[in-house]
């Protein structure tokens, strides 16, 4: 079992580093651990997940175990965020997760031409 919430994300991705700074800054309590899927290995307690999934989409695994997705990852963040309930209304809007689901989709694919600068980006 985890101690707090673990958000996996691509290390190699610069798209990717900038969004997690941001998150970085607004986790003032320091509530996450923000850990580059890459570097997996070194948290004991996380589930096995994919390499392919991994490579589409962030990933929080919670202290419990339960693991979400790309934009599914917006409401558990907002537990551990100061002001987090502000996300958490957000997403609670009907259909707000489903649009979150195909914007999140649209941008991964395509963040190599929004900042990645890096090969491993190129999932399309």
């Not at 899927?37 to 990933?59: T, V």
């Not at 989709?105 to 999932?123: I, P, Q």
């Amino acid at each position: 079992m985890l101690n707090r919430p673990v958000l996996l994300f691509d290390g190699d991705c610069g798209f990717c580093r900038d969004w997690v700074r941001r998150l970085q800054r607004w986790d003032r309590r320091d509530a996450i651990d923000y850990v580059p899927s890459q570097e997996r290995e070194r948290i004991a307690g996380l589930p096995p997940l994919r390499e392919d999934a991994l490579a589409r989409a962030i990933h929080l695994v919670a202290p419990d175990g339960t693991v979400t997705a790309g934009a599914r990852t917006l409401p558990v963040l907002g537990r551990y965020l100061p002001s987090g309930w502000l996300l958490r209304a957000v997403v609670a809007f009907p259909g707000a997760l489903w649009i979150g689901d195909r914007v999140y989709a649209w941008v991964a694919r395509r963040r190599h031409r929004l900042g990645c600068g890096s090969e491993s980006c190129r999932t399309e």
